[in-house]
Nanobody, 116 residues
Framework: QVQLVESGGGLVQPGGSLRLSCAAS????????MSWYRQAPGKERELVAV????????NYADSVRGRFTISRDNAKNTVYLQMNSLKPEDTAVYYC?????????WGQGTQVTVSS
């Protein structure tokens, strides 16, 4: 069955870095657009970063542009989110998302907490 399994979350101090991974299985990963979303307590889920199926043109939320980098390895069916210069306002549950036209899959989420 379809699975998106996130890992790499945790507690980090402001200014620190984390690398999230999302391992996909059960579908043809290489043709899907992959994204990272996040949801902070009491807030709506928001798009953080998007990468097309073949890589290349990535897009980012204004709040993370220049600090976060999305990448993918189609040979490993994995998408990554490198997060640098983390701020307390980056604290949220981060979700992996796969989409192909009307087909959409979500991971279960991984908690990222930025605090001193």
């Amino acid at each position: 069955q379809v699975q998106l399994v996130e890992s790499g979350g945790g507690l980090v101090q402001p200014g620190g870095s984390l690398r999230l991974s999302c391992a996909a299985s059960g579908f043809t990963f290489s043709v899907y657009v992959m994204s990272w979303y996040r949801q902070a307590p009491g807030k709506e889920r928001e798009l953080v970063a998007v990468i097309p199926s073949a890589g290349g043109d990535t897009n980012y939320a204004d709040s993370v542009r220049g600090r976060f980098t999305i990448s993918r390895d189609n040979a490993k069916n994995t998408v990554y989110l490198q997060m640098n210069s983390l701020k307390p306002e980056d604290t949220a549950v981060y979700y992996c998302h796969a989409s192909l036209f009307s087909i959409k899959y979500w991971g279960q989420g991984t908690q990222v907490t930025v605090s001193s």
